[in-house]
């Protein structure tokens, strides 16, 4: 039970007894962060980034719509659900907490039941929605992350480059002769060599800022934070003796079918000028020319 990660709840109420009370009846199940104005909880929202935040109206620095406008307004916040918590009770002030987009809304005096009840049915939505984004950005066949979801860590790493003045690099992959070895073994054991495929490309993906998915069909791509092209065509050439290495054996016999890759890979660092288009089209000509020269190689950009 220790490994289980709990769901986060960031409570923000001027009131000691309150957030000592629902520390209390909801620490068991969740993992429970407290802030006393609404200054410390933006600050502790947007560090913390809690599945949920119970935010009172009424407090003396800022109002709890105040603080709802700001998590807004930042990138890392505007999405968590809130749920007033108020000793305000008449139903104007209730339409008024849910026009501001807050998923629910809880008088006080605390009713722990109910107080259970409500949080349990907004961290279900929360897990359901997340359950859904997860399955959207992987490859199904090979459980690897897809193309949606690699050009958005893409896009992001080549932000960070440019902003921290870093290299980045791109290696463009694409297993040779892939329709040939589906005409010979069939599409089952093709399916079996990309599965194979991305759990190698996936194992040589060493650093938090290495990244690979699956492109689009035998194509698979990877992004490396932080790499200049003497760095990535090290990793690349890793990645091709690798899989090079596998032995994928033909179902029902002995047999082992041998599989090969070709890897274009580009590098640079960029600059607010820069083309992402373009970098990812000098990977694509680095692996045409991989595979026009023998393929089972890489190539750099301009090599």
Same mark, same amino acid.
């Given at each position: 039970?220790?490994?289980?990660? &709990?769901? %986060?709840?960031?409570?923000?109420?001027?009131?000691?007894?309150?957030?000592?009370?629902?520390?209390?009846?909801?620490?068991?199940?969740?993992?429970?962060?407290?802030?006393?104005?609404?200054?410390?909880?933006?600050?502790?929202?947007?560090?913390?980034?809690?599945?949920?935040?119970?935010?009172?109206?009424?407090?003396?620095?800022?109002?709890?719509?105040?603080?709802?406008?700001?998590?807004?307004?930042?990138?890392?916040?505007?999405?968590?659900?809130?749920?007033?918590?108020?000793?305000?009770? %008449?139903?104007?002030?209730?339409? &008024?907490?849910? %026009?501001?987009?807050?998923?629910?809304?809880?008088?006080k005096p605390f009713k722990p039941n109910v107080v259970k009840l409500r949080v349990r049915n907004q961290i279900r939505i929360v897990n359901q929605v997340r359950t859904i984004e997860r399955l959207s950005m992987t490859d199904q066949l090979t459980e690897i992350p897809n193309r949606r979801s690699f050009d958005s860590r893409l896009t992001m790493e080549w932000r960070r480059a440019i902003r921290e003045k870093k290299y980045i690099s791109l290696l463009m992959l694409d297993v040779d002769k892939f329709k040939a070895y589906n005409d010979t073994y069939g599409h089952q054991q093709g399916d079996n060599v990309l599965r194979a495929v991305a759990k190698s490309l996936e194992q040589d993906m060493m650093r938090p800022g290495d990244f690979a998915a699956r492109w689009g069909g035998e194509e698979f791509a990877a992004v490396l934070a932080c790499t200049d092209l003497n760095g990535a065509m090290q990793v690349a050439e890793r990645i091709r003796a690798n899989i090079e290495a596998l032995r994928i054996t033909v179902p029902g016999t002995s047999d082992v079918a041998p599989v090969t890759i070709s890897i274009g890979v580009e590098s640079m660092m960029p600059d607010q000028n820069s083309s992402l288009d373009l970098f990812i089209s000098a990977a694509d000509n680095a692996l045409y020319a991989a595979k026009k020269a023998g393929r089972n190689r890489v190539c750099g950009a301009g090599k």
């Open positions: 039970m220790d490994d289980i990660v &709990k769901n %986060s709840i960031l409570v923000v109420d001027d009131e000691k007894a309150n957030l000592v009370f629902l520390t209390r009846v909801l620490g068991e199940k969740y993992a429970i962060y407290t802030a006393k104005d609404g200054a410390s909880g933006i600050r502790k929202a947007a560090e913390l980034v809690p599945d949920l935040i119970m935010l009172d109206i009424l407090m003396p620095d800022m109002s709890g719509y105040d603080v709802l406008n700001e998590l807004k307004k930042q990138d890392a916040t505007r999405d968590i659900p809130v749920i007033f918590i108020t000793a305000m009770s %008449s139903d104007d002030e209730e339409e &008024k907490a849910l %026009s501001y987009n807050a998923v629910d809304y809880i008088n």
